[in-house]
Every structure is written in structure tokens, then in C-alpha cells.
């Protein structure tokens, strides 16, 4: 429901609801009560007034448009345009998750040097981490056996 404020005034985005059912069907080009039975089934979900009434988005009209062309261009069933849709949600996710992985893989490499790590033996034989380019302190870490780790990536 976010709305980006333009010089202009109140700007709605493709997913604020401000299409009332009959200018929705009039947009996506099919009769109100498709709209309802569409809503019934779930295929499309538009927000509600604090009264009940049905507002709808560019997004939903989008999406009612598509449901129309798998419907009569497609012969696609209504469950199936169901499922299609779900799974279409789901890679979207799926999507938007990979995503969000992929920036902490770069932020924990950027962390870590790049992917690689100094280790030393400690006095009490304990791992130490030593900064990349420097040798251990001999007073704390009297060996000057060093491991190199490089993580993958």
C-alpha cells in the first residue's frame, strides 16, 4: 500500500488499491460478477474497504487480464490458473530469498577478507586469528607454524 508523494500530489504505485469493482472489470475487459467469482475462488485478492467493498490495483488488474488470456486463450481451469499462480508466488520468493542470500554471502566475504583467513597456534594450543599480511605476535603465539584457510567462493 505504499504511494510515492510526486511533486503533484498523492501518486498511487501499481499496488495501491483505488479501483472500485466496476472500473476494475471495465479495465480488465470482463463483467463484475467474474470479478467476484475470481475473488470467491481466491484468484485474485483485492483489498477491502473498512465497509466491505472490493478496491482493486493496477497489479490486480494486471493479473485479472492473465487469468482471463489462460482462461479462454490458454484452456487452462480455473485450479489450474490457481496453481499456476501459486507456484508463480512461490519462485517469486524463492526469487527474493536467493537474492537476500546473496547479499550476505558478499557482506560475510567482505568481513571475512575475501574468503580468506590467518590461523596460529596459541600458547595454550588454542586457534588464534592473525590479520592477513602480518606475522604473529612472538609474545603471545611463540610457534611461527601458520595455516592458511581459504573458503570457497
Avoid: C
Avoid at 496453481?83 to 547479499?103: K, P, T
Amino acid at each position: 500500500m505504499d504511494a510515492v508523494l510526486g511533486s503533484g500530489g498523492f501518486a498511487p504505485d501499481d499496488q495501491t488499491p483505488v479501483f472500485v469493482i466496476s472500473v476494475a472489470a471495465q479495465l480488465a475487459g470482463m463483467h463484475a460478477q467474474t470479478l467476484r467469482q475470481y475473488d470467491r475462488l481466491g484468484l485474485v485478492r483485492p483489498s477491502r474497504t473498512r465497509g466491505g467493498g472490493r478496491r482493486y490495483s493496477a497489479r490486480d488488474v494486471t493479473l485479472l487480464r492473465e487469468v482471463q488470456r489462460l482462461s479462454q486463450d490458454e484452456g487452462v481451469s480455473l485450479a489450474g490458473i490457481q496453481r499456476i499462480l501459486d507456484l508463480e508466488n512461490q519462485v517469486q520468493a524463492l526469487r527474493a530469498r536467493v537474492s537476500e542470500m546473496r547479499d550476505e554471502v558478499e557482506a560475510l566475504k567482505s568481513v571475512l577478507g575475501a574468503g580468506s583467513r590467518v590461523f596460529a597456534a596459541g600458547r595454550a594450543g588454542e586457534v588464534v586469528v592473525v590479520r592477513a599480511g602480518q606475522r604473529p605476535d612472538r609474545s603471545t603465539i611463540p610457534s611461527r607454524a601458520l595455516v592458511v584457510w581459504r573458503g570457497r567462493g
